[in-house]
């Protein structure tokens, strides 16, 4: 996977986002804590962003961290997959 600058999606230098070779973007969340909802709304709201520059990309989430029940339900109610970062 290769390291994609944020600053082409108009998003923050400190987000961390990769693509694998299909041309799939993915989120890189890499902390102790837990994911809960407000993290699932800015997840939401970064998805939102890079979908007004690229439409048809698909984006996930890698992370290591554990995640609320609650917000992994939302997650995938907006069509966002959840990964595990090994």
């Known amino acids: 996977m290769k390291n994609i600058d944020p600053k082409k999606y108009?998003?923050?230098?400190?987000?961390?986002?990769?693509?694998?070779s299909f041309g799939?973007?993915?989120?890189?969340i890499d902390r102790k804590s837990r994911i809960i909802m407000k993290d699932g709304l800015r997840i939401l709201k970064i998805v939102n962003t890079i979908?007004?520059?690229?439409?048809?990309?698909?984006i996930s989430v890698?992370?290591?961290?554990?995640?609320c029940s609650k917000t992994?339900?939302?997650l995938?109610?907006?069509?966002?997959?959840?990964?595990?970062?090994?």
């Open 24 to 28: 799939r973007l993915f989120i890189i």
């Open 51 to 58: 979908k007004q520059v690229e439409k048809n990309t698909s």
């Open 72 to 74: 992994k339900l939302f």
């Open 62 to 67: 890698l992370t290591s961290a554990p995640i």
């Open 10 to 20: 108009n998003l923050s230098s400190r987000i961390q986002l990769q693509e694998n």
């Open 76 to 86: 995938s109610e907006s069509n966002i997959e959840i990964k595990v970062l090994s």
